[in-house]
Nanobody
Framework: QVQLVESGGGLVQAGGSLRLSCAAS????????INWYRQAPGKQRELVAV???????NYVDSVKGRFTISRDNAKNMVYLQMNSLKPEDTAVYYC???????????WGQGTQVTVSS
């Protein structure tokens, strides 16, 4: 089992910044990459960013140049630095870890990000 706990969400004005954290624990040896998803009210969950075990990253076009995903393997932490936030970034942000051995999907409880205009 893998446990994921997000933190760092909150209310921020447009143009501001937030840093989300995802703490991973448990049987993480078969977790090769971590994703950040978000889900806005009335919308489908959207993949925002991904980082592999060796630090390769990718982003959805709408956040490129504004968001940065990073990880600290020694601490089993993944971060999402969000700059130049826009009202359309408002969503619940989730940390996700697919297990490459069991194919099970692990999710955190989510953290709310609200960007006011």
């Amino acid at each position: 089992q893998v446990q994921l706990v997000e933190s760092g969400g909150g209310l921020v004005q447009a143009g501001g910044s937030l840093r989300l954290s995802c703490a991973a624990s448990g049987s993480i040896f078969s977790i090769n990459f971590i994703n950040w998803y978000r889900q806005a009210p009335g919308k489908q969950r959207e993949l925002v960013a991904v980082i592999t075990r060796i630090g390769i990253t990718n982003y959805v076009d709408s956040v490129k140049g504004r968001f940065t995903i990073s990880r600290d393997n020694a601490k089993n932490m993944v971060y999402l630095q969000m700059n130049s936030l826009k009202p359309e970034d408002t969503a619940v942000y989730y940390c996700n870890a697919p297990d490459t051995v069991t194919h099970k999907q692990y999710w955190g409880q989510g953290t709310q990000v609200t960007v006011s205009s």
